[in-house]
């Protein structure tokens, strides 16, 4: 049975210290929360990875996450960050194709197949976000761009990598904007991310594929849109950067 999931992307905020301090705020905050099967993420700046997983101590409530990951083992790539090096600070988790990454560092396609054929290659798990941007769904090209997203990166696995595989829809008009997808708009687009993932491969890899949405959740909404049957759980950006509205979307993960 798959798992929910709620996944922090800081993106670029907060220093060491800060990091350090919100993750014991946020461990403060969930002590009582049972999470049983659920999973809870974070994914802070890269080089404040290895701090907090030191910090960690033994509350093994929350996983660490790199925001990025380079697909080459190492060399010449000035300021990237190689699955080896992650896992060496025992950092096993990557979001890959964010939005932010695609747009701003031109990351495409075929530079993230390599990527996430270099994470499954060292056993590294991957969130892999994809989305939409405002002009597909006004012309209603959703599907269309977010089938040829998930695909062109991720099709060409065997079905046991898929065990290594988050799936993120994260429609790029909800990031960051306040603006969120209805819960009836991000489950329309998790059943057809669903039946995708069935389609080529089988039914039993799609059930257990998580999809988590993300795109302006906050505790107000986290809720209803988690309520829907294809949604797994959520990826976080501002409303993880607080403890008490974290933990709060957290608590809407049943
Ligand atoms: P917001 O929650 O700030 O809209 O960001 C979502 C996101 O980009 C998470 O990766």
Redesign the pocket.
């Known amino acids: 049975m798959r798992k929910k999931i709620v ?3 800081w ?1 670029m905020n907060l220093n060491r210290t800060e990091s350090i301090q919100l993750v014991s705020e946020i461990s403060k905050e969930i002590k009582d929360i049972k999470i049983g099967n659920n999973r809870i993420i974070v ?1 802070p700046v890269s080089v404040n990875l290895a701090a907090v997983v030191e910090n960690q101590g033994n509350d093994k409530k929350i996983e660490y996450a790199s925001q990025n990951m380079h697909f080459a083992e190492k060399g010449a790539y000035t300021g990237e960050v190689s699955a080896g090096i992650l896992k060496g600070i025992n950092v096993n988790i990557t ?1 890959l194709g ?3 990454r695609r747009e701003y560092f031109k990351e495409d396609d075929v530079l993230l197949k390599q990527k996430v054929d270099a994470a499954i290659a060292n056993e590294i798990e991957i969130i892999f ?1 994809f989305g939409e941007k405002l002009e597909d769904r006004e012309s209603e090209n959703h599907f269309k761009i977010v089938e040829s997203q998930i695909k062109n990166a991720l099709f060409h696995l065997k079905e046991s990598d898929w065990s290594k595989i988050v799936l ?1 829809y ?1 429609p790029v008009w ?5 603006k ?1 997808a209805t819960p009836e708009q991000a489950q329309e687009m998790h059943a057809f991310i669903r039946n995708l993932v069935k389609e080529n491969y089988h039914n039993n890899v799609a059930e257990n594929v998580s999809i988590l949405y ?5 505790p107000a909404n986290a809720q209803e849109i988690f309520g829907k049957p294809d949604v797994d759980g ?7 950067l607080k403890a008490d509205m974290f933990a709060e979307i957290i608590r809407a993960m049943k």
């Open positions: 996944a922090g992307n993106k994914a979001l964010h939005s932010e976000c993120a994260e909800a990031i960051g904007t306040g969120t993300g795109g302006s959740v906050k959520g990826l976080i950006g501002g409303a993880a």
